[in-house]
């Protein structure tokens, strides 16, 4: 069986034309019948379900009083929208590629990515290594290598010049601990980890051991926030992902990601937390 799940693009398409419709002061059906189409059609492009022609975008720019840069970005989205393929999602590999090229989506056009990863280091602040001995197991090599790429790929989003993605990391002191590639790679690891902490747009929280049971420990999550679209969670579990963006749903994840943040420790500790378990690991035993 396959589900059809939302297609980013539209979605963020949909948001900016309810923003638009709103600020200008315009109903849903007000709009509709300015357009002369049907109600249900407004709503549809508002949840990105259906993407309008570049023709009916510019006749609702002209109603709204839409013109400049604002009208520019709306064309733009829309062309981006209606050339995005559908999004299918089915058992397997090939479910797993549709997912994925979901979430690079959505990450290329978040604002703010929180990710909560209780066990290991978020895929955007892994090093090469780090994330090569986290595939390498029952993958061939080749595919390994080209699926590192492709994580390290992603990491431009946070270090790009213009416009970078505001992002948080937080993880349990025990991901701190593992041994994964072995002690070397944990090392470099943790140094990388350091330095992508200096960056203005870069926020990595460690939760104490001694902080006992949080929402972290309940498993991974990432919390997409976007310029005027609302957040969508992504969930990820071995070889099978999904996307929340029901107002209930996002909301308890927002919840936890809050209750999150206020067990785990401040930047600046966490920060003298990696130096110390580093010179543990450098000092000659």
Not at 3 to 17: K, S
Request: aromatic share 4%; with cysteine.
């Amino acid at each position: 069986m396959t589900e059809t799940t939302l297609a980013p693009r539209a979605y963020v398409l949909g948001a900016e034309l309810r923003d638009a419709r709103t600020t200008a002061g315009f109903g849903l059906r007000e709009l509709a019948t300015k357009l002369d189409v049907s109600h249900s059609v407004v709503v549809r492009w508002e949840l990105g379900q259906r993407v309008p022609s570049t023709e009916s975008v510019s006749a609702l720019c002209a109603v709204l009083g839409i013109n400049g840069t604002t009208r520019e970005r709306l064309m733009r989205l829309t062309r981006e929208a209606a050339s995005e393929p559908p999004n299918t999602v089915s058992v397997g590999a090939t479910g797993e590629a549709d997912q994925m090229a979901a979430l690079l989506e959505f990450e290329r056009m978040a604002t703010a990515i929180t990710e909560v990863s209780p066990v290991i280091v978020p895929g955007m602040l892994q090093t090469a290594e780090y994330a090569s001995a986290i595939m390498r197991p029952g993958i061939p090599a080749g595919e390994t290598d080209k699926r590192v790429m492709m994580r390290l790929g992603r990491r431009d989003l946070i270090t790009r010049r213009r416009g970078p993605v505001r992002f948080t990391a937080i993880m349990l002191e025990s991901a701190l601990h593992q041994s994964i590639g072995g002690r070397y790679v944990m090392v470099d690891q943790l140094h990388f980890l350091l330095e992508m902490g200096e960056r203005d747009n870069v926020e990595i929280r460690v939760i104490p051991r001694s902080a006992g049971w949080t929402p972290a420990h309940a498993g991974p999550f990432v919390l997409l926030e976007f310029a005027k679209a609302e957040p969508v969670v992504h969930l990820e579990h071995h070889r099978s992902s999904v996307f929340l963006r029901e107002d209930a749903d996002v909301k308890a994840f927002a919840s936890a990601r809050d209750d999150v943040e206020q067990s785990a420790m401040s930047q600046e500790d966490t920060a003298e937390l990696i130096a110390r378990i580093i010179n543990q690991e450098e000092t000659p035993k």
